[in-house]
C-alpha cells in the first residue's frame, strides 16, 4: 500500500483504537504506564491547542489499555464538552462503548460521527493520528518505519487545512511534522542509498519549522511561544549536522537571511531561550523555559563534547520536571555522566530509567555501565567482580530480547564485544553474525571487521579439529564482504599487522579451495587481493608462510585421499564419498515439533550453500533450537539419495526454499520443490512451504501465489520465526 492509499484508509476511519488494537502483540504493562506519564507530560506542556486535545485523545486510549475504563470514556467525553464535533473524540467514544456492549450509548456517537464531515475536521482527525503514531506504545518497528506514516498523515492534514483560519492548529501540526522530519534525517544512515533522501528530510524539515517561526506574528495564543522556543532548538540541531547541509539548503538560509545560525547552530539554542524569557515575563509561561528546548540543547552539547555543559542543561530540565514524563532528560543525563566516567551515578540514573522504559537502547547502556565497573575491579574473581558481570550480562540479554523489529547492530556488537572480553569466543561470533544480518547502514563494514577480528583469534586458539570449519566461515565473511563493498584495503591492513599467520593461512586456503574464477571479484582472485596489501617489505616473509600452509592443505587433501581409498562400499567396492560435514552445525538431538521428526527441511542450490550453513542453520538451530534437515548432512552415505530426499521432505513441519541464483534450472532443487509442492497440495497444508527470496529476480514461477520472505539484503527473523510456529 504507498502513501496515498495509506491516508486515504485513515481518514475514511477517524479515532485511535483501529490503528493499535489490531496489533498482534500487546504491549508490557510497564511501557502502558510510562506512555500515559508521557503524555501527561505532554497535556501539561501545551496546557491548550491541537497538541493538548490529541494528548487527551490518545491519554483516554492509553487508559482502556490499561484497564481504566471509566477514566477512558471520561477523558473523550470532556474534550466533547469543549469541542463536539471532534472525529478523533467521538470515534474512541463509540470504540468504548462497543468494546463494552453499551450499543445505545455507542450508537449516539456514531450517529453524530456519521454526519457529513467538512475538510477541516477530518484534517485534524488525520493529525490526531498521526500524533498517535508518534506516541503509541505498540508500535515496535524501528525508528525510520515509526515516522514515515505519521509523517505522510501530518503532511496529507496540513494540505486539507489549507484553507482553515485558525493557524494555531496548522503551527503546532507544523511543529510535529519539523520534528518528525528531523528524526527520520537522523536515521537514515541505517539505511542503504538513503543520502540523497536524508537531505532533503533535512530541507524539509528545515522549511517546516522556519515557517512556524515566520508564522509568530500571525498566532498569539500562550502555547505560541513554548512553541517557537523549542522550534529553535531543533533548527539548531538540524543545522548542527553540517555534513548534511547541501547547497539546497544553504540558498535556503540565505533567503531567509539566517546564513548566522548556520556558522554559529548554538545561537539557535539562545535564540529560543530568549523567546522562553519573554512567555515567562508575559506569564504565559511560569515554569521556565520548556524542558524540550532544554534537553535538546544538551544534546547539542554532548555532540560537541561540552559534556559538563550539556549535564548543566539537564539537571535543569530536570529541576522543572523530575517526573517519569521528563525520562528522556534521565537517560541521556545518564549517557553523559557514563562520559565523563560517574560510572555509579550513570548506573543510578540509568537503572531508574529502565524501571520505567526499560528500552533495548537504555538495557545495552546499562550492561555497558555494569561492564566497566567489571573491567575496573582488580580482582575479577571477587563477588563484586562478579556482581558487576552478571548485572551485565543480564542487561545485554535483556536488551536483545526487547528488540523487536528494530534493527540496531550496535546493540548486538556490543553485546559480541562483552562476550569476546569475557572469553566467551563463540557466543560472541554469533551476536557479530546477527549484527551484520540486521547492519542495513551505508557504511556497515564495523560489524564485519567485529566478526571477521573474532573468527581470526577464535581459529588462532583452536584445536585442529575444528580449523577447517572456522577457514571456511572466514572465506565466507571476508568473500560476502568484499562483494557488497567493493574493497577492503583498510581493513585487511589492520588484520594483516594483528594476524599475519592466520591472513597467510586464509590466502592458502583461498588459493587450494577457490582457485576457480567464478569465484574472482573484478577479475582477480580473492588470495591477489589480500595478497596485494601485504606492505613491500614484509612480502617476502608473507609468501613463505602462504607456502607453507598451502603445503599444509595439500597434503591434507592427499591424507584424506588415501584414507578414501582404504575406505570402500562393501556394496559396489568403490571409495566412499565423504562430504564435507564440518562446515554445518551438529544437528539437533530433538525437534520443537511433537509431530514431525524434524521441524524443517531446506532446499537449496550450491550457490546458497554458505550462507544456509553459515547464516540460516546457525540461527535456526543454534540460536532458536530448531532441528532441521538437509540432504548434504543428514542424508545416510550408502542410502537412495532421491529417495532419501523425499522421506526427509515428507517429515518435517515447514519446507524452507531458498530462492537463489541459480535455483531454477537446477535439477535437485526442481525436483525437491515438486515434492514440496505435492505435499503441500495432497495434504491440503497451506502453511508449510517458506519461500525465502535471495536475489532480485529468483522468486520461482510456481511460487507466486505464496507470501514469500524477502532476504536479499537482510532477513527478517522475526517474521521467519513467527511463519515456523505458524500451524502447517
Not at 501539561?44 to 486535545?53: L, Q
Not at 538513503?194 to 522556519?210: A, D, P, Q, R, T
Not at 540509568?350 to 580482582?379: F, G, H, I, P
Not at 566478526?451 to 577464535?458: G, I, K, N, P, W
Request: proline content about 3%.
Amino acid at each position: 500500500m504507498n502513501g496515498k492509499e495509506r491516508w486515504k484508509v485513515y481518514k475514511e476511519r477517524p479515532g485511535l483504537f483501529h490503528i493499535s488494537l489490531t496489533a498482534s502483540q500487546n504491549p508490557p504493562a510497564q511501557q502502558i504506564k510510562h506512555r500515559i506519564k508521557v503524555t501527561e507530560k505532554l497535556i501539561r506542556d501545551f496546557p491548550e491547542g491541537f497538541t493538548n486535545k490529541a494528548a487527551r485523545n490518545l491519554l483516554g486510549v492509553l487508559y482502556f489499555y490499561d484497564g481504566q475504563y471509566f477514566q477512558a470514556i471520561e477523558t473523550f467525553e470532556s474534550i466533547l464538552e469543549h469541542q463536539p464535533d471532534s472525529l478523533t473524540a467521538l470515534a474512541n467514544a463509540a470504540f468504548v462503548y462497543q468494546r463494552l456492549k453499551q450499543n445505545s450509548k455507542a450508537t449516539k456517537y456514531l450517529s453524530d460521527l456519521s454526519d457529513e464531515q467538512d475538510q477541516e475536521k477530518s484534517g485534524i482527525s488525520l493529525a490526531d493520528q498521526a500524533f498517535a503514531f508518534i506516541f503509541d506504545c505498540y508500535m515496535e518497528k524501528d525508528v525510520i518505519e515509526r515516522n514515515k506514516l505519521p509523517k505522510e498523515l501530518l503532511v496529507q492534514s496540513l494540505a486539507m487545512l489549507k484553507k482553515c483560519h485558525d493557524q494555531q492548529p496548522i503551527m503546532e501540526i507544523k511543529f510535529w511534522l519539523g520534528q518528525t522530519y528531523y528524526r527520520l534525517s537522523t536515521q537514515c544512515y541505517r539505511r542503504k542509498g538513503m543520502e540523497e533522501v536524508e537531505k532533503e528530510y533535512v530541507l524539509k524539515g528545515f522549511n517546516e519549522l522556519v515557517e512556524i517561526i515566520n508564522m509568530t506574528d500571525k498566532t498569539e495564543l500562550c502555547v505560541c511561544n513554548g512553541i517557537v522556543s523549542t522550534t529553535w532548538s531543533f533548527l539548531g540541531l538540524l543545522l548542527s549536522r553540517k555534513e548534511k547541509i547541501d547547497d539546497k539548503i544553504k540558498n535556503r538560509v540565505e533567503e531567509l537571511d539566517l546564513l548566522q545560525y548556520l556558522d554559529n547552530p548554538e545561537s539557535c539554542f539562545k535564540k529560543g531561550l530568549e523567546q522562553a524569557k519573554v512567555s515567562t515575563s508575559d506569564g504565559s509561561n511560569l515554569s521556565g523555559p520548556p524542558t524540550e528546548l532544554l534537553i535538546r540543547y544538551a544534546l547539542f552539547l554532548k555532540n560537541e563534547d561540552r559534556l559538563t555543559d550539556a549535564l548543566e542543561k539537564l539537571n535543569e530540565a530536570l529541576e522543572i520536571d523530575n517526573s517519569q514524563g521528563n525520562w528522556f532528560a534521565l537517560t541521556l543525563k545518564a549517557g553523559v555522566l557514563r562520559r565523563l566516567e560517574r560510572i555509579d551515578e550513570a548506573i543510578a540514573d540509568r537503572k531508574l530509567a529502565c524501571s520505567w522504559n526499560a528500552t533495548s537502547m537504555d538495557l545495552s547502556e546499562l550492561a555497558k555501565a555494569y561492564q566497566a565497573k567489571y573491567v575496573l575491579c582488580e580482582d575479577k574473581n571477587s563477588k563484586i567482580a562478579q556482581e558487576h558481570l552478571l548485572n551485565a550480562s543480564d542487561c545485554f540479554t535483556r536488551s536483545v530480547l526487547s528488540l523487536g523489529q528494530e534493527k540496531r547492530p550496535e546493540i548486538h556488537r556490543a553485546h559480541g564485544r562483552f562476550l569476546r572480553e569475557i572469553g566467551e569466543i563463540k557466543e560472541a561470533i554469533e551476536c557479530f553474525k546477527r549484527a551484520m544480518e540486521v547492519d542495513t547502514a551505508n557504511k556497515a563494514k564495523t560489524s564485519f571487521c567485529q566478526l571477521f577480528e573474532t573468527l581470526l583469534l577464535y581459529y588462532r586458539g583452536s584445536q585442529d579439529s575444528e580449523r577447517r570449519k572456522i577457514m571456511h566461515e572466514m572465506t565466507y565473511f571476508y568473500d560476502v564482504t568484499l562483494r557488497k563493498h567493493g574493497e577492503l584495503t583498510k581493513e585487511t591492513e589492520q588484520f594483516l599487522t594483528n594476524y599475519e599467520e592466520e591472513m597467510a593461512t586464509l590466502t592458502a586456503y583461498l588459493k587450494h579451495s577457490r582457485s576457480d574464477p567464478l569465484f574472482n571479484v573484478n577479475g582477480k582472485s580473492v588470495s591477489d587481493i589480500i595478497t596485494s596489501v601485504v606492505k613491500e617489505d614484509a612480502i617476502k616473509k608473507w609468501l613463505i608462510i602462504e607456502k607453507e600452509k598451502e603445503t599444509y592443505f595439500i597434503n591434507q587433501e592427499e591424507t584424506k585421499l588415501a584414507e578414501k581409498k582404504n575406505n570402500l562400499c562393501l556394496k559396489c567396492r568403490s571409495p566412499v564419498i565423504e562430504r564435507q560435514l564440518s562446515v554445518f552445525p551438529d544437528p539437533r538431538e530433538k525437534p520443537r515439533s511433537m509431530k514431525y521428526p524434524y521441524d524443517f527441511y531446506v532446499i537449496f542450490s550450491p550457490a546458497d550453500r554458505d550462507w544456509v550453513c553459515h547464516i540460516l542453520l546457525e540461527t535456526l538451530e543454534v540460536s532458536y533450537g530448531y532441528k532441521g534437515a538437509i540432504a548434504e548432512r543428514d542424508i545416510r552415505p550408502g542410502s537412495t539419495d532421491i529417495y532419501e530426499r523425499v522421506k526427509l521432505i515428507q517429515n518435517c513441519s515447514k519446507i524452507l526454499v531458498i530462492l537463489g541464483q541459480e535455483f531454477e534450472g537446477n535439477l535437485e532443487c526442481e525436483y525437491e520443490l515438486s515434492h514440496a509442492l505435492k505435499r503441500k497440495h495432497e495434504d491440503n497444508l497451506e502453511n508449510v512451504l517458506i519461500p525465502i527470496l535471495r536475489n532480485v529476480d529468483g522468486l520461482h514461477q510456481s511460487l507466486r501465489t505464496i507470501t514469500f520472505l524477502d532476504a536479499v539484503d537482510d532477513c527478517d527473523w522475526n517474521k521467519l520465526i513467527k511463519a515456523m510456529e505458524s500451524m502447517p
